[in-house]
């Protein structure tokens, strides 16, 4: 089974737009969890897709064009594009200016650059050829030698086999369509021609894999047709033209549908991704994006794509970027195996190569609390003694610790109490091997989730931690858990997935902070949460923390406000006044909390409209706790608190900028603010002057290096340097 898991807005492209305008990105092409974004004009943009922010932006110059798109050299760190055909362009990330970067010309116009790992980029040439990168730069104006002179090239890709580069292309003349191996290591070149085999239809999309030396080619006809052909990476020596096969693997939709502007992407052995417009005889278009198992030729999921899509469609891990409109999204999806077994709901026997179906002794359930679960197994009759079913018990939990599966453990879930199931959790994850880990993982969680919906009183707390601490997991693939954490008000489960989920929303984090902030520091004492990180600078003695507390009025400030042009010398106060910026304002446990969120990833825009939901005590006590953690961390004169996870200055200061414009008007207009801000004002504008002192200090000892020294300074020498 295939599904679509959540998705989300990385950007917007201009110019994007349905069929009816073909436009949208040039490339799109990974790093890592980053994607180099190439527009159809002058301008390249990399994004971190999991805080979905552009790191970098790069344009050239106005009367150029971008031809090829951008790619990353993974041997040097370095982006290389092609702008008008010929000029090949090299620059690294921190470079902000595309005509100070390293420029050649090359003597023949470029079709694409393609990126392996670990070698350089392979450059395929509009007329065939194909060079590696360190080659062409080694004498840019080499003559290329023509492969073709009449043909097109529609698609290629480029693939590592044993540490030797090659490249896989396909070109077009006429009706005929041809298929090129070009090996790099050495330079081979094989030929062969697609056959038509009676398919009259235009040709949309190619996608190919390489396994086990074997090149699997798919071609998307605009019948809906995907057609196999196995292209081999060598060819026989007779000289004449091999004419390659395709056989029919599977048919999208029905007669009478016309595909446009589609591309297909292969998500694995069994699954595919279609996009694109499908245009009925009735004249009803329709455009969306869907997952197909080619091995059954089943619908797995579908999504429609209502403001028009240009067809494009990129696979990346397990994420699909498919253009939506004007913006370009990112739609996370996961795949099972495929088998005939899992089809029909069946459950796939590993320990034998013959699947059998599995029964349930439900009279052992029943008598013993347990679940044994055995192929084949018969089940008693009504009236069985039950000293019989007592005594098959040691040997059934023996037999289930040592083959425990997915849907065993499922039913157990949803059957059996919370102790049974932690227990029978922990033998499942302690095994050697779990096939399939995080669709393993997610199934189990949802199974767990369903029954805390369906069961109120059912929350197995223990279980919900131990799932969360393993490794890989992420929000998407467990959406529910937070939601549920957060209805049973789990702080320690919520601090968790702050801590591991990478994908948290922005929606969801605000929740937890909401949910931080309204309990007392009384019933979080109660709670188990692990407060290591805040004690080597938060002061956790109660008598202590009472003691202070006393001396300080409602709200958490003092009865005196500082001086106006204090903060340049050191803040002293009576003996009867106390410091509230050196005063924690909450329990460590509060501030263990808080210091997860402060941790977490957001971005900015989707962030600002869920802070508003803040109540203006929320957000004087988060802002007090935020300026405590700024002037811990101005005096120890480092950028970072001391701990594991405690936040640094810079996440500080952007919450404390985000709370501040998500509450402006809130915080100006309360009473009970103005002494946070004028001691937040004071303390800027005595950064603001230490700052200027060390510019000078600075701007000094550059001019102390400008000083041109004797060579020859004896064995012993005092000079003095005066700075006017």
């Known amino acids: 089974m295939a599904a679509f898991c959540e998705e989300f807005t990385l950007c917007t492209v201009a110019g994007s737009g349905g069929c009816a305008l073909p436009q949208g990105p040039l490339g799109l092409e990974p790093d890592g969890d980053r994607v180099l974004l190439t527009d159809r004009g002058r301008t390249v943009t990399l994004y971190k897709v999991s805080d979905q922010k552009p790191l970098g932006c790069w344009s050239v110059k106005q009367s150029q064009v971008i031809t090829c798109p951008a790619v990353c050299n993974f041997e040097t760190g370095e982006f290389v594009l092609v702008h008008d055909d010929k000029v090949l362009q090299i620059w690294k990330e921190d470079d902000t200016n595309l005509d100070k970067v390293f420029k050649a010309t090359l003597s023949a116009d470029v079709y694409w ?12 040439f509009k007329n065939g050829a194909v060079k590696s990168l360190d080659v062409l730069l080694a004498a840019p104006q080499q003559e290329i030698k023509n492969v073709f002179s009449n043909e097109v090239i529609r698609w290629s890709e480029a693939f590592v086999e044993v540490e030797k580069p090659f490249v896989v292309f396909i070109t077009e003349q006429d009706v005929n369509c041809f298929i090129y191996v070009q090996h790099c290591n050495p330079y081979i070149l094989h030929k062969f021609k697609l056959d038509h085999g009676g398919e009259s239809s235009t040709l949309l999309s190619f996608a190919v894999s390489l396994k086990n030396k074997v090149v699997t080619l798919l071609c998307l006809y605009s019948s809906g047709c995907v057609y196999k052909v196995l292209v081999p990476l060598q ?35 069994d699954h595919i991704a279609v996009t694109g417009c499908l245009d ?13 198992n080619i091995k059954f030729q089943t619908l797995q999921d579908s999504k429609e794509l209502p403001l028009g899509s240009t ?11 498919v253009m939506h409109g004007k913006e370009l999204k990112v739609i996370l999806y996961k795949c099972e195996t495929s088998s005939l077994a899992a089809a029909l709901g069946k459950i796939k026997s590993t320990s034998t190569s013959e699947t059998k179906s599995l029964s349930v002794n439900w009279n052992m359930l029943q008598e013993d609390g347990l679940l044994c679960v055995q192929p084949d197994q018969p089940v008693p009759a009504k009236g069985a003694s039950k000293r019989l079913l007592r005594s098959g018990r ?3 939990a023996k037999t289930q610790l040592e083959s425990l599966t997915v849907e065993q453990l499922l039913l157990i879930i949803k059957n059996f109490s919370p102790d049974v199931i932690e227990e029978k959790l922990m033998n499942f994850l302690s095994s050697a091997q779990i096939p399939d ?80 902030l309204s309990l007392g520091d009384d ?32 709200n958490g400030f003092s009865s005196e406000l500082l001086e106006e042009n204090s903060c340049d010398a050191q803040l002293t106060q009576k ?18 909390l808080l210091n997860s969120i402060l941790r977490s990833a957001y971005s900015e825009t989707f962030l600002l409209p869920h802070l508003k939901d803040l109540s203006a005590e929320q957000v004087i006590l988060f802002l007090q706790y935020l300026q405590f953690l700024y002037m811990k961390c101005s005096e120890q004169a480092t950028t970072k608190l001391p701990g594991m996870f405690c936040p640094t200055i810079n996440q500080i200061m952007d919450w404390m900028c985000l709370l501040l414009d998500a509450h402006f008007t809130v915080v100006v207009m309360l009473p009970e603010a103005k002494g946070l801000l004028s001691s937040l004002h004071k303390f800027v504008r005595a950064q603001v002057h230490f700052c200027s002192e060390l510019n000078k200090i600075e701007g000094s000892l550059k001019e102390l290096q400008k000083i041109n020294n004797p060579k020859d300074v004896g064995l012993y020498s005092i000079e003095v340097l005066k700075l006017v």
């Not at 650059?113 to 395929?124: G, K, Q």
């Not at 693939?477 to 702080?491: N, Q, S």
């Not at 003996?575 to 263990?592: I, Y």
């Open 523 to 554: 019933s979080l004492e109660k709670m188990n949460v692990n407060i290591d990180s805040v004690t080597s600078y938060i002061d956790t003695a109660p008598n202590r923390k009472k003691e202070d507390q006393s001396k300080v009025i409602q």
């Open 575 to 592: 003996s009867h006044a106390v410091d509230t910026s050196k005063l924690c304002p909450v329990g460590p446990q509060k501030a263990t």
């Open 311 to 321: 067809g494009q469609c990129w696979c990346y891990g397990d994420r699909l970027f």
């Open 394 to 396: 040691t040997t059934c």
């Open 235 to 269: 060819q026989n020596d007779s000289g004449e033209q091999h004419i390659l096969p395709k056989s029919l693997l599977t048919r999208l939709e029905q007669s009478g549908t016309l595909f446009k502007c589609a591309s297909i992407a292969i998500l694995d052995k």
């Open 280 to 292: 009925s005889t009735d004249g009803k278009v329709k455009e969306s994006i869907s997952l197909w």
């Open 113 to 124: 650059i393609h990126s392996v790992p670990h070698a350089e980029p392979l450059v395929l």
């Open 437 to 516: 880990f995080q669709v393993s993982i997610g199934n189990i969680l949802l199974a767990l989730m369903n029954r805390c919906e369906a069961e109120p009183a059912f929350y197995p707390s223990n279980c919900l931690v131990q799932l969360a601490q393993m490794q890989g997991l992420s929000y998407s693939i467990c959406p529910g858990l937070m939601t549920v954490a957060l209805e049973k008000r789990d702080v320690c489960l919520l601090q968790l997935c702050l801590q591991r989920f990478p994908d948290i929303p922005e929606a969801v984090t605000c929740a937890c902070l909401r949910t931080f």
